[in-house]
């Protein structure tokens, strides 16, 4: 089964405002040994970036690009996306059928938004998905904690069974063993 990682919106405007995500210091940090890894073992690594036709996260501005402590290398493919779906009106679904992709690995930012999105609708695609558990992040919110926040995916996101494949949350020490 071949597998590619998905890294959602670890941008400059959602990373580095004050106040920061939770933990986005140790988020940044799991998500490059999680890249380094998939690099290593072949497998593709795919930077999603949020855009706005204007603000902090209009295409192309300082807010927009990725979060500095991010390793990218010549080899990551990208995708520009307006939802917090992943998959909606972006050539993601293409990207993954030509590399035969049949296992996401996702990461990032927003836990409850684009994360949250991008995994049910992955699930909804066919594809089985291994959540990050912790390598994505959010920020406080009124009602929860990031922290809780966080959590609260981990638990939910792998009981849903009605999409037929597989989510499972994994830390990032266990993603790639087997």
Same mark, same amino acid.
């Given at each position: &089964?071949?597998?590619a990682?998905?890294?959602?919106d670890?941008?400059?405007?959602?990373f580095d405002e004050?106040?920061?995500? %939770? *933990?986005?210091?140790?988020?940044?940090?799991?998500?490059?040994?999680?890249?380094?890894q998939? +690099?290593?073992a072949?497998?593709?690594?795919i930077f999603?970036?949020?855009e706005? *036709? @204007?603000?902090?996260?209009a295409?192309? @501005?300082?807010g927009?690009k990725?979060?500095?402590?991010?390793?990218?290398k010549?080899?990551?493919?990208?995708v520009r996306?307006?939802?917090?779906?992943s998959?909606?009106?972006?050539?993601?679904k293409?990207i993954?059928e030509?590399?035969?992709v049949?296992n996401l690995i996702?990461?990032?930012?927003a836990? *409850?938004f684009?994360?949250?999105?991008?995994? +049910?609708?992955? =699930? =909804?695609?066919?594809y @089985?998905v291994?959540?990050v @558990?912790?390598?994505?992040?959010?920020?406080?919110k *009124?009602h929860?904690?990031a922290? &809780?926040?966080?959590e !609260? !995916?981990?638990a939910t996101?792998?009981?849903i069974k009605?999409?037929?494949?597989k989510?499972?949350a994994?830390?990032?020490?266990?993603? %790639?063993?087997r």
């Amino acid at each position: &089964m071949t597998t590619a990682v998905l890294v959602i919106d670890v941008q400059q405007a959602l990373f580095d405002e004050n106040p920061r995500p %939770f *933990e986005a210091d140790k988020t940044v940090k799991k998500i490059n040994q999680v890249t380094g890894q998939a +690099r290593n073992a072949g497998i593709p690594v795919i930077f999603i970036q949020h855009e706005q *036709e @204007s603000g902090p996260l209009a295409y192309d @501005s300082d807010g927009w690009k990725l979060q500095a402590g991010l390793v990218v290398k010549d080899t990551d493919l990208f995708v520009r996306k307006t939802t917090p779906d992943s998959f909606l009106r972006t050539d993601l679904k293409e990207i993954l059928e030509s590399n035969s992709v049949k296992n996401l690995i996702i990461c990032g930012y927003a836990s *409850e938004f684009c994360v949250d999105t991008t995994t +049910r609708r992955a =699930a =909804a695609l066919g594809y @089985s998905v291994q959540l990050v @558990s912790d390598a994505h992040t959010t920020h406080d919110k *009124e009602h929860a904690t990031a922290k &809780m926040i966080r959590e !609260h !995916h981990n638990a939910t996101l792998p009981n849903i069974k009605s999409f037929g494949p597989k989510i499972t949350a994994v830390p990032s020490k266990n993603i %790639f063993k087997r």
